[in-house]
């Protein structure tokens, strides 16, 4: 399978688009996000652990095969009375908590997500209300499990304006939900978690740098739910039994994801004006071991260089990469004054990364 900007020339893309951001600065000075930086960091999964073994015992796989093809060995999986909504709001309260701020204080709270709790109203007004944001707005993003580096652009360019003080910036996921549980080809390969960050604006010289974003539509049934829209309802004429679920093309995955994660960290890096030398830390999408080996294989760095917690929550899509930056912070890997690169890359196609310093 091809798909139109990134597997038939992702280079050539890269470097137009690179071109024409620095054509753009040229004219209207040196492109710069708003001085907004993360004040406030928190994860949360739940406490149930599915084990590969357990996986051995629904399906035909065992964990040899499991951890050999992803690196994982554990996932977290929600109970049945929990939802997205309440992942992100145990999330939210611990970043909230740390950056010194209640519920009143927020004035924007974006989540990214594509598990939601129903398909409209958005996830993120029903997190809103249940954690007592009464002065907020609140609205979703989906961008797959490139969601939360999405959001984190968005919010931060909210930083700063009138009005908006305090940005919370949310990925919350319930995939255990959206799997089809007889499927050994995707249902071993994701867990349940939630990340949340608050954004305040910061000194010059820290905080978020800049983003690169990047979208390939014509990919967009690479990763999907066939049905459930306008396109397929259930029921319908159209409708057969297990298009209700998560559906991923891995081959074609694999091709998009270990493309795209060089190129995001390369282009923000280019965006931003720094070079790999000057990067800390890699936090990447906790997509799959080998996807993260060939990427930072592919950007000649050492795996020393990144962060990767996937062996005990498998891939949380658009909650991973928050998650592992709080175990980063708390392990001691980043520290204040470090460049950290946060990368994504899942469904839609859609991929992108993010330059801050801490």
Not at 57 to 79: C, H, N, P, Q, Y
Not at 94 to 122: K, N
Not at 259 to 284: C, K, N, W, Y
Not at 307 to 335: C, Q
Request: charged share 20%; hydrophobic share 45%; with cysteine.
């Amino acid at each position: 399978m091809e798909f139109g900007l990134l597997l038939r020339g992702h280079e050539r893309v890269c470097e137009t688009r690179l071109t024409q951001q620095q054509s753009k600065s040229s004219l209207g000075g040196a492109w710069a996000m708003p001085p907004a930086g993360i004040v406030g960091l928190g994860a949360y999964v739940p406490p149930k652990v599915m084990t590969n073994e357990d996986w051995a015992e629904l399906v035909e796989t065992s964990d040899e095969w499991i951890f050999t093809k992803t690196g994982m060995k554990e996932r977290r999986i929600a109970a049945d009375d929990v939802c997205t909504s309440d992942l992100a709001v145990n999330a939210c309260k611990q970043a909230m908590d740390e950056a010194g701020i209640g519920p009143g204080d927020v004035d924007l709270l974006i989540l990214a997500t594509s598990s939601p709790d129903v398909p409209l109203s958005s996830t993120a007004g029903i997190t809103q209300h249940k954690l007592g944001c009464i002065n907020a707005a609140a609205f979703d993003v989906n961008a797959v499990c490139a969601g939360w580096v999405h959001a984190l652009d968005i919010g931060g360019r909210f930083v700063g304006t009138p009005g908006y003080d305090n940005v919370l910036v949310v990925g919350a996921e319930v995939y255990s939900r959206i799997l089809n549980w007889e499927d050994r080809t995707t249902c071993v390969l994701f867990g349940d978690g939630a990340g949340a960050a608050v954004l305040q604006q910061v000194d010059e010289g820290r905080g978020l740098l800049g983003s690169w974003m990047m979208s390939d539509g014509a990919g967009a049934g690479v990763i999907e739910i066939p049905a459930g829209g306008v396109r397929k309802p259930i029921p319908s004429s159209e409708f057969e039994d297990g298009d209700q679920y998560f559906h991923m093309d891995g081959r074609a995955v694999w091709d998009f994801a270990t493309e795209a994660f060089p190129q995001a960290v390369l282009a923000v890096l280019e965006r931003t004006g720094h070079t790999l030398e000057d990067v800390s830390m890699i936090i990447p999408h906790q997509a799959n071991i080998n996807i993260i080996k060939t990427g930072m294989e592919k950007l000649g760095l050492p795996m020393e260089k990144t962060f990767t917690n996937l062996h005990k929550y498998g891939n949380t899509a658009g909650a991973s990469v928050p998650i592992a930056m709080r175990e980063a912070i708390d392990e001691g890997l980043i520290a204040e004054g470090d460049l950290v690169i946060t990368v994504a890359f899942g469904g839609g196609l859609a991929w992108g990364a993010n330059a801050f310093i801490l």
